[in-house]
T-cell receptor
Framework: SQQGEEDPQALSIQEGENATMNCSYKTSINNLQWYRQNSGRGLVHLILIRSNEREKHSGRLRVTLDTSKKSSSLLITASRAADTASYFCATDGETSGSRLTFGEGTQLTVNP | EAGVVQSPRYKIIEKKQPVAFWCNPISGHNTLYWYRQNLGQGPELLIRYENEEAVDDSQLPKDRFSAERLKGVDSTLKIQPAELGDSAVYLC????????????FGPGTRLTVL
């Protein structure tokens, strides 16, 4: 079963614009991770945020976590065509133990 | 450093046939995962190994799926017999620490059952 739900399902923007993707989850978590998947490839880890953290940055990525709303957002600034991919959030938590539960993903298309 | 290696990359079989997937994790990673990813969805865990031991196989359909990780290194996932609904991408991942932090994924095996 999918724990997380990403929103929107698909996003199309122009190069240079910012892209924001949201993830909501149902049960308490220990950590939330974001992964990227290029077409036909495996997933690549982007960033991990712990339940006691509210915001984290990595290069052009900014992740926020609101545990009261059980939601997270991933912001990609100054997007590039190479950012075109599917983005997934994944959680591990009290009920799932160390099992990662992935959402259904957001398909991001960055047009040159 | 070599990443997670999977083979084959693609497999097409007829229903009721057996199929096997192979995975070699990153050297030194004790934890190995098998996921199934249906089209347009996120991966779902099938089984997790800590060294040779399957510590989470609650979502593995045991009537037709089996897995092994002999010697705690590479692993094989088998389906026998395959059904039409088994068509999916089968991903292998590994991690250094058990269930904590980043997982490293292989490119996956795309299975088509006709």
């Amino acid at each position: 079963s999918q724990q997380g739900e990403e929103d929107p399902q698909a996003l199309s923007i122009q190069e240079g614009e910012n892209a924001t993707m949201n993830c909501s989850y149902k049960t308490s978590i220990n950590n939330l991770q974001w992964y990227r998947q290029n077409s036909g490839r495996g997933l690549v880890h982007l960033i991990l945020i712990r339940s006691n953290e509210r915001e984290k940055h990595s290069g052009r990525l900014r992740v926020t976590l609101d545990t009261s709303k059980k939601s997270s957002s991933l912001l990609i600034t100054a997007s590039r065509a190479a950012d075109t991919a599917s983005y997934f959030c994944a959680t591990d938590g009290e009920t799932s133990g160390s099992r990662l539960t992935f959402g259904e993903g957001t398909q991001l298309t960055v047009n040159p | 450093e070599a990443g997670v290696v999977q083979s084959p990359r693609y497999k097409i079989i007829e229903k009721k046939q057996p199929v096997a997937f192979w995975c070699n994790p990153i050297s030194g990673h004790n934890t190995l995962y098998w996921y199934r990813q249906n089209l347009g969805q996120g991966p779902e865990l099938l089984i997790r190994y800590e060294n040779e031991e399957a510590v989470d196989d609650s979502q593995l359909p045991k009537d037709r799926f089996s897995a092994e990780r002999l010697k705690g290194v590479d692993s094989t996932l088998k389906i026998q017999p395959a059904e039409l609904g088994d068509s999916a991408v089968y991903l292998c991942a590994s991690s250094l620490l058990a269930g904590v932090g980043e997982q490293f994924f292989g490119p996956g095996t795309r299975l088509t059952v006709l």
